[in-house]
């Protein structure tokens, strides 16, 4: 079993429509959890940042973390088409190791 | 901001050139990183350095290797091109010990013809 499994998509939603991303991990030693957004034929870029369990919100972002479940989300609401890109979820057991990547979802946001 | 540059976006190298892939950060971090970045296989880590002159190998260093002579900068060598090191090649960096998150460049895309 992988160590941390996403979906790679393609998700194609409409505009305005909630858009749910989801990542889950094997090794209950995580305790940090990161999501990146990627647009086309540019670096990952640092959209979401948790510690522990939880809910953290930024604008239209909500990041939800269950550490019991070994599950951790990326919610967009009101996407809009500047939202279409690939979402990566990283996570780290703890600061200063190595970070490990899921392998990316591709988002497609329609007008 | 954290200011991750990678000297050259495009590039297109014969087999069996020796190619060299610079980056270079502004923020004083101490560790920098190599990826690739390639469909279906996600990102990959390559090599990384905690600090000058030191570095480790990630989970594909086959094929390259890296310097790191100046703090802010990190870069990446392929011996002898082959057309399987075709791909994206994204550097990182990240503050000390007690950093979690790292930042990327813009990446590098690579063609090995």
């Known amino acids: 079993q992988k160590e941390v499994e996403q979906d790679p998509g393609p998700l194609s939603v409409p505009e305005g429509a909630i858009v749910s991303l989801n990542c889950t991990y094997s090794?209950?030693?995580?305790?940090?959890f990161m999501w990146y957004r990627q647009y086309s034929r540019k670096g990952p870029e640092l959209l979401m940042y948790?510690?522990?369990?939880g809910n953290k919100e930024d604008g239209r972002f909500t990041a939800q973390v269950d550490k019991s479940s070994k599950y951790i989300s990326l919610f967009i609401r009101d996407s809009q088409p500047s939202d279409s890109a690939t979402y990566l979820c990283?996570?780290?057991?703890?600061?200063?190791?190595?970070?490990?990547f899921g392998k990316g979802t591709t988002l497609s946001v329609s007008s | 901001d954290v200011k991750v540059t990678q000297s050259s976006r495009y590039l297109v190298k014969r087999t069996g050139e020796k190619v060299f892939l610079e980056c270079v950060q502004d923020?004083?971090?101490?560790?920098m990183f190599w990826y690739r970045q390639d469909p279906g296989l996600g990102l990959r880590l390559i090599y990384f350095s905690y600090d000058v002159k030191m570095k480790e190998k990630g989970d594909i260093p086959e094929g390259y290797s890296v310097s790191r002579e100046k703090k802010e900068r990190f870069s990446l060598i392929l011996e002898s091109a082959s057309t399987n090191q075709t791909s994206m090649y994204l550097c990182?960096?990240?503050?000390?010990?007690?950093?979690?998150?790292?930042?990327f460049g813009e990446g590098s895309w690579l063609t090995v013809v």
């Open positions: 990283a996570m780290l057991k703890q600061a200063g190791t190595a970070l490990i």
């Open positions: 990182a960096s990240r503050p000390g010990v007690s950093g979690n998150t790292i930042y």
């Open positions: 948790t510690y522990s369990s």
């Open positions: 090794n209950s030693a995580f305790q940090y």
């Open positions: 923020m004083d971090h101490e560790n």
